[in-house]
């Protein structure tokens, strides 16, 4: 009996092991792959890169940029760096994987089969939790799935935090156009924090 399940394990891991490469946030991007490109101070830049097979994408200002091999947080952190000359101050620059190359191989492309993330809403939301939401899904679509605000919220001060940074977000310049965030694509892991409002706010 051992045996058989130790051979039912020895066959299943290596189908396992790429899902579980790309639900990591050190999931390596490889040629194929698409990235999605997003500057908050110039929505201009925004676009979709792919990663060609020499494993390189171009971005406008910082041309040629290696991707393949890298995590999104070394690409995206290459990239600030790259346009930041552009800018009077250092611009937020976000990637994130928008899809990812069909693998040939044993799991007949599984690992397209790994479309959601984890996003975290915590604070003065309609649904506060846990968000199971699709990749590409955007800061305004995440909205929507949490249901909206309480009546305490204080939409003007809403966060994003990605990792050690936060980002604030305007949910009335959102929902009026005059602020782009909306449009953020989220990350996994990513948690939006809505504040309660503040006296006579």
């Given at each position: 009996m051992n045996r058989v399940?130790?051979?039912l394990v020895a066959l299943v891991l290596p189908l396992l092991a790429?899902?579980?490469a790309l639900a990591q946030e050190g999931y390596r991007i490889r040629p194929g792959d698409t990235l999605r490109i997003e500057v908050l101070e110039d929505p201009g830049l925004n676009r979709s890169a792919l990663v060609s097979p020499d494993g390189r994408m171009s971005f406008p200002l910082a041309g040629g940029v290696v991707a393949a091999g890298r995590t999104v947080e070394q690409v995206q952190a290459d990239?600030?760096?790259?346009?930041a000359a552009n800018f009077?101050?250092?611009p937020n620059v976000f990637v994130s994987?928008?899809?990812v190359a069909e693998r040939t191989g044993g799991t007949g492309g599984g690992v397209a089969a790994v479309r959601t993330i984890d996003v975290f809403v915590m604070g003065e939301a309609a649904k506060p939790g846990k968000l199971e939401i699709k990749r590409g899904t955007t800061v305004l679509q995440a909205f929507a799935q949490m249901g909206g605000f309480s009546?305490?919220?204080a939409t003007k001060r809403i966060q994003l935090r990605r990792g050690a940074k936060t980002y604030g977000l305007d949910y009335k310049a959102i929902?009026?156009?005059t602020s782009t965030a909306g449009a953020t694509v989220l990350q996994d892991g990513d948690v939006i924090v809505v504040p309660q409002r503040r006296l006579f706010e």
């Amino acid at each position: 009996m051992n045996r058989v399940y130790l051979l039912l394990v020895a066959l299943v891991l290596p189908l396992l092991a790429p899902l579980g490469a790309l639900a990591q946030e050190g999931y390596r991007i490889r040629p194929g792959d698409t990235l999605r490109i997003e500057v908050l101070e110039d929505p201009g830049l925004n676009r979709s890169a792919l990663v060609s097979p020499d494993g390189r994408m171009s971005f406008p200002l910082a041309g040629g940029v290696v991707a393949a091999g890298r995590t999104v947080e070394q690409v995206q952190a290459d990239l600030a760096s790259r346009i930041a000359a552009n800018f009077a101050a250092p611009p937020n620059v976000f990637v994130s994987i928008e899809r990812v190359a069909e693998r040939t191989g044993g799991t007949g492309g599984g690992v397209a089969a790994v479309r959601t993330i984890d996003v975290f809403v915590m604070g003065e939301a309609a649904k506060p939790g846990k968000l199971e939401i699709k990749r590409g899904t955007t800061v305004l679509q995440a909205f929507a799935q949490m249901g909206g605000f309480s009546k305490f919220a204080a939409t003007k001060r809403i966060q994003l935090r990605r990792g050690a940074k936060t980002y604030g977000l305007d949910y009335k310049a959102i929902e009026s156009g005059t602020s782009t965030a909306g449009a953020t694509v989220l990350q996994d892991g990513d948690v939006i924090v809505v504040p309660q409002r503040r006296l006579f706010e």
